[in-house]
Structures are given as structure tokens and as C-alpha cells.
């Protein structure tokens, strides 16, 4: 769950026993002290508050923070450098135990070398021991992620997945969003699957996830993550199905469209058509007369993604359920009848 909006707004309408794990992201290791930090401290005590509502309602839910994403993931190497990642375990510790929280997610985008790749897995193994002590005096068993890259390159350049799973209660892999100005086609980003002679065969959650397993990684330990956004690519020609699908020239827009924002300002009234890929479980958009084209997930995608992460032990993870509509269309697909 993304701190920037409010939790009790958010979760309006979202039944607790539903869910099994909320990780608020994010929260930060200050970098003097090395305590662990929210990001809001005036909102941080409703917002929490919020979230213990959900426990409340259901008590075998594990309420999680995530330290670093995308904007704080430079301070790792620092904080969990020998010197310093003693100490910053130990304000993780602290930080869990003064707001009875439940566990920590690691969200580091991403170690860039051998060293700090050393550094993660030592970060996690000193998390995992930090936990099993905390235990004993709170008598509450704590959780422990990762979030993790779902592509080849990135998986073995930036995590000993080996050295790394024992210390894990499960990987999130992000398997969502892939797309950027490195492809040269407008591609899929949110499927089950990849189309034959994609540029990137691997971005897509079915071989995401067999990536991990091929590292020996149960799949308990796994869960595929699944993005409540679309990404948009502009300038795209219809191509020679009029859809704007695999054709070059255009280009990768930054910003993530929520899919409330997507279902209010990108829709047929705003002269776009669906389109589904049935083979890949992939949603798309296009306007012609825009020439932009959206790679998103739907709750058909969505659906079909939680049918097969559940034949084959994986679990599911969002990113955001703040991204969902008012009727939360996308986390009744992802959780099912």
C-alpha cells in the first residue's frame, strides 16, 4: 500500500479477510542515526492506526513495511554496509516492535555490483536472526520479503537468489511494468505470457516466476506481482492491425496511469478501444487519433493470472491496491470468488 494516500479511504470497501499480507510502502534508514523512519511522521500515527483496523477485523493478517523502492534505494549500500548494517537491523527491530507490526520488506532497486550484492544477502540473513530474537520477548513470529526483478539479467546481477532464500519467508518478484524506452516495439508489459519473438522474453509473469524456480525456489516462497496500472507508449502508428501492437517509432511515456485514472480519462469516451490478447492474458488500448497506446492489466488478465499463480503454488502480490477503482474491481479478480 502506497503512503501517499489516505489508508482509511483506500480500504473503504476492501474486505480484511481477503487479505493476508499489507505492506505500507515505504519507510527509510536514516542515514546518521540509522533508525527506521516513516516519510510522513505527522500521518504516519492515522495511517497506522488504519491499518491495525484491518487486523483488528482479522487477526491472522500480517501488517509489513517496506524500506527503500525506487527513490530511497540509494541508501543501501551505506546502510547495510559492515559498519553500518548492524545498527540499522537494529533500528528495524525497534521500529517493529514500537508500532506491533508484523514484518519488513526489503525493496532494494537494486544491488549494482558483487559487493552490494553481498551486502543484501548479509542485510537479510542479520534481518532473519534480528527477528527470531525479537520473537522471544514479543512471542510474535515475524515476516520477512524481498522485492526482486523478474528478469534474467537483473536476477543474477543483483541477487544470490541461493544465498538469499533461506533468509526469506517469500520474494515479490515484479513482474509488472516492464516496458521503457529500451524496447523498440510497443510490447506487452502486464501479461501471463510473452508473444513469441518478443524482444524481452522474459518480462511477463509465467516466465518471471519459472526464472526463480529454476534457481530453486519453491514456489510457496514466490509470489507474481501484479500491477494496478497501465503504462503508455505515444506517437504510435496503427500498424497493420489498427491496433498500435508491436509497432516501432514510439515512445515509452514515465508515468504510471492508475487504473482508476485509466477507466476515467482513457477510456472509449476518450476515443480509445480495448483489446485483449487471449494467447499472452493481455489487456491493451489504443487511439488512433491520439496514436497512444496502453499496456495495463485488467480484471481478465488479472483473473487468469490468479488462476494460474494458484495451479502452480504461486501467490499474489499488488502493486498498488491504491491504484484500484472506487468498486475495486481489480483486487476482487486478484482474490477471487
Known amino acids: 500500500m502506497y503512503s501517499r494516500f489516505d489508508m482509511a479511504d483506500r480500504f473503504a470497501g ?3 479477510m481477503r487479505l493476508t499480507h499489507v505492506i505500507y510502502a515505504f519507510v527509510k534508514t536514516n542515514t546518521t542515526t540509522y533508525a527506521t523512519e516513516t516519510l510522513d511522521p505527522g500521518g504516519w500515527p492515522t495511517r497506522l492506526m488504519a491499518l491495525k483496523e484491518l487486523r483488528k477485523a482479522n487477526p491472522a ?3 509489513m513495511v517496506s524500506v527503500g523502492g525506487g527513490g530511497l ?3 543501501f549500500p551505506t546502510i547495510t554496509s559492515d559498519a553500518h548494517r548492524g545498527a540499522t537491523v537494529a533500528g528495524a527491530m525497534e521500529f517493529l516492535r514500537a508500532n506491533d507490526l508484523d514484518g519488513y520488506d526489503i525493496d ?3 544491488p549494482n555490483n558483487a559487493v552490494e550484492k553481498t551486502q543484501l544477502t548479509a542485510f537479510a540473513a542479520d534481518l532473519r536472526v534480528a527477528m527470531t530474537k525479537l520473537s522471544a520477548t514479543t512471542k510474535k513470529a515475524y515476516v520477512l520479503s524481498a522485492a526482486v526483478f523478474s528478469y534474467e539479467i537483473g536476477i543474477d546481477g543483483s541477487f544470490d537468489v541461493a544465498a538469499l532464500s533461506p533468509s526469506l519467508d517469500f520474494f515479490n518478484v515484479m513482474t509488472y511494468g516492464l516496458g521503457g524506452p529500451w524496447y523498440t516495439l510497443t510490447e506487452h508489459t502486464f501479461g501471463l505470457r510473452v508473444a513469441a ?11 518471471g516466476l519459472t526464472s526463480y524456480r529454476n534457481r530453486a ?3 510457496g516462497k514466490l509470489n507474481a506481482g501484479v500491477g494496478f496500472y497501465g503504462q503508455k507508449v505515444s506517437n504510435v502508428e496503427p500498424g497493420p492491425n489498427g491496433d498500435g501492437y508491436r509497432v516501432t517509432g514510439g515512445r515509452w511515456d514515465p508515468e504510471e496511469i492508475f487504473f482508476s485514472e485509466l477507466q476515467a480519462s482513457f477510456g472509449p469516451a476518450q476515443g480509445f478501444t480495448d483489446y485483449y490478447a487471449p494467447d ?3 489487456a491493451y488500448r489504443y487511439n488512433p487519433t491520439t ?3 496502453i499496456s495495463y492489466a485488467n480484471a481478465r488478465s488479472i483473473n487468469a493470472e490468479r488462476v494460474w499463480a494458484v495451479a502452480n503454488g504461486y501467490g499474489l502480490m499488488v502493486w498498488s491496491l491504491a491504484n484500484d477503482d472506487a468498486s475495486h474491481s481489480l483486487f476482487a479478480a486478484v482474490t477471487g470468488p
Request: no cysteine; charged share 25%; net charge negative.
Open 14 to 16: 476492501v474486505d480484511p
Open 61 to 63: 493478517l500480517k501488517l
Open 73 to 75: 534505494s540509494g541508501d
Open 108 to 110: 532494494w532497486e537494486a
Open 197 to 207: 519473438g518478443s524482444e524481452f522474453p522474459l518480462n511477463a509473469i509465467e516466465p
Open 217 to 219: 525456489v519453491p514456489s
Open 280 to 282: 499472452l492474458e493481455a
Open 291 to 293: 496514436k497512444q497506446w
